[in-house]
């Protein structure tokens, strides 16, 4: 039998955290010949604890067979031990009046310690995703503090920006979500990224001149991809949280897959001229388990370098706000 993969997960009795563990229990991340151990990781108060209990015992009462085992815990050394997947969902909220110089300062206190635990703990072969916001600073700032793990093994979220663009250029072509290919996001997880439908393909033709309202691709499109959590909030009075963590089996389960093309954020080398030291969203091809390789040197007009340019100086900012804690 396949010996169990440690996946450590912060964050699990949050509201992601409950459409997640599921779906990793069952096999849709790591496949339906992997064993997995699940170290789920909350903060330590009693009704954060008290809830995780509760989702542990329905995962008991799942009856997964590749569930071997659940470790329940406080203290993130002992959760991020010997992982070899850390899902890091877990932060803290912005709050009324809050503002996001604070946020992102709080968080980063939270990024900082797991990311140095990580590194001394967690799997020789460890991976770290991000998924707490703001994902892409988070993740700059834990892969700052490790000296063990290189930045390419610190990856955030913006699956979920890819998903949610190519629905709607497939809704707009009136064509099978299928159809639609090659559509990529840069830079931040927030409504300056990029999602860059001149390089995107629907039934093998340029998405372009399939949708040829270049006035829609430019505004309503960019606008309703950046702006969509924003919209779920209004709609469902909470934040996304199914498709978040449908994103997060897709992040994953691409980047254990050689030959995948998909978007994730990472370290920047220059690539399309973002800053070298930012974690920027990029297509990215699998090569092996857990490993890839960013595409380079795809075609962009004045259009994308200008959204490149706003999302780039989005995420130098950021990297400002926390300068003090990179290590
Ligand atoms: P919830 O507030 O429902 O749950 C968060 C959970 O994390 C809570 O149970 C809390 O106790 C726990 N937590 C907080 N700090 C922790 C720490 N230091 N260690 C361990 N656990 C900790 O939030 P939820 O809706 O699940 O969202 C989680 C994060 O995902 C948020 O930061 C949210 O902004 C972010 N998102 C990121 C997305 C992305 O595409 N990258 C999309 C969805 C989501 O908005």
Redesign the pocket.
């Known amino acids: 039998m396949t010996p169990p993969i440690r996946i450590a997960i ?8 409950y459409a997640l563990l599921f779906r990793i229990a069952s096999g849709q991340m790591f496949g339906q010949d992997q064993p997995i151990i699940l170290q789920l ?3 330590p ?1 009693e009704k ?1 604890m008290k ?1 995780l209990e509760g989702v542990a015992m329905e995962l008991d009462d799942c009856a997964f067979p590749l569930l071997q085992q659940m470790i329940l815990t406080s203290d ?1 050394a002992v959760g991020f031990k010997d992982a070899n997947w850390c899902c890091l ?5 912005r709050g009324p009046g809050m503002e996001r110089a604070d946020l992102l300062k709080d ?1 980063g206190k ?1 990024f900082v310690e ?1 990311g140095k635990l990580i590194d001394c703990v967690a799997a020789a072969d460890a991976r770290v995703v991000v ?3 703001p ?1 892409n600073t988070n993740a700059m700032i834990a892969a700052s503090q490790a000296k063990r793990l290189t930045p390419d093994r610190f990856t ?6 890819e998903n949610r663009a190519k629905t709607q250029l497939a809704k707009k072509a009136n064509a099978p979500l299928t159809a639609v290919s090659d559509l990529y996001i840069f830079g931040n ?1 927030s409504p300056t990224m990029f999602p860059a439908f001149h390089l995107a393909k629907i039934h093998g033709k340029p998405a372009p001149d399939v949708i040829t309202d270049t006035q829609w691709l430019r505004g309503p499109f960019c606008d309703t991809v950046g702006k969509r ?1 924003t919209a779920i909030i209004a709609a469902r009075g ?4 199914a498709s ?1 963590a449908n ?1 997060l089996v897709d992040h994953i389960r691409d980047l254990i897959t050689p030959g995948k093309i998909h978007s994730i954020a990472v370290k920047s080398n220059g690539e399309y001229n973002f800053d070298p030291d930012v974690w920027a969203g990029l297509p990215v091809q699998t090569t092996t388990t857990g490993n890839y390789e960013i595409l380079k040197n795809l075609p962009m007009d004045d259009f994308a370098h200008q959204k490149i340019t706003a999302t780039n100086a989005e995420l130098i900012a950021e990297r400002d706000i926390v300068k003090s804690m990179l290590a």
Do not use: F
């Open positions: 912060t964050g699990p009795a949050g509201q992601i955290g990781i909350e903060i108060t954060a809830t993130p969902v877990g932060a803290k909220p968080n939270i797991q998924v707490g916001n994902a955030a979220m913006v699956r979920l920006d997880h959590g909470a934040s996304s949280a978040a994103a």
